[in-house]
């Protein structure tokens, strides 16, 4: 099912795009082999020869039936762009370079460089953004069960690629598996992994609201956001 809809989707952008058209990318968790198809998307980066107005519009009626189909529209590159955009997006280009898959026209990622110490930055002003959200989330939620299940549900696959990407950061040999991160940064921090693994869990249908103390794991899942995320500042010194 997932093929079919790749095929008509690609089939339609480089209908549209024509020449303009230069590769089609899937990346994200249908390419790192973490898909949900209740909580994930499928994600396409085009790379074009120009990204105007025009070409934009041309796109447009694609990108229309993507998003109808649930999708989030695709993001539109030019390949300068993307280069230049290394050192904003650096967390984003990894996860592309380390997981893609060509769908269409030259693979542009096999020799892509990003720089690391500004990889790190992103990764710490991430962390501790995403920290200040989920207090705030926190905040404002009211104290059922649910409401406080769909705050973690909301922000874990965010604070797992963090977590990848810190440690990644900090020199360790890249995580094979999102949990695998939470295991091994919690393992480094001297937290607990367990709430956090219990969301990944319940987010891929491995276990039922019933099961779960939702208020304990919430306080658990806090703390270990909060600890990784004071260690990641105390390590990542700002570049001089």
Not at 67 to 80: D, N, S
Request: charged share 25%; with cysteine.
């Amino acid at each position: 099912m997932i093929e079919k809809k790749l095929d008509e989707m690609v089939r339609r952008l480089t209908s549209a795009g024509g020449d303009n058209m230069k590769s089609i990318v899937l990346f994200g968790s249908a390419v790192s082999g973490e898909f949900a198809a209740e909580h994930s998307n499928l994600n396409l980066l085009c790379i074009v020869e120009n990204a105007g107005l025009a070409a934009l519009e041309e796109l447009h009626s694609p990108a229309e039936w993507w998003v109808r189909a649930g999708h989030p529209a695709p993001l539109v590159f030019t390949l300068e762009e993307l280069h230049r955009s290394a050192d904003i997006f650096a967390i984003e280009l990894l996860d592309i370079r380390a997981h893609r898959c060509i769908l269409f026209g030259a693979d542009l990622f096999e020799n892509f460089e990003v720089p690391m110490w500004l990889h790190r930055l992103q990764v710490e002003r991430e962390l501790r953004t995403n920290w200040v959200r989920l207090r705030r989330a926190v905040l404002a939620t009211p104290r059922r069960n649910r409401a406080m299940l769909g705050i973690m549900v909301d922000s874990v696959s965010s604070f797992a690629v963090l977590f990848q990407h810190a440690l990644l950061g900090m020199g360790e040999p890249p995580m094979q598996s999102r949990r695998d991160a939470v295991q091994r940064m919690s393992a480094l921090v001297g937290a607990d992994a367990s709430p956090m693994m219990t969301i990944l869990d319940y987010r891929e249908g491995k276990r039922s609201l019933r099961e779960m103390d939702v208020e304990a794991t919430l306080h658990g899942y806090l703390e270990l956001v909060g600890m990784v995320t004071n260690e990641v500042d105390r390590r990542f010194e700002p570049r001089r």
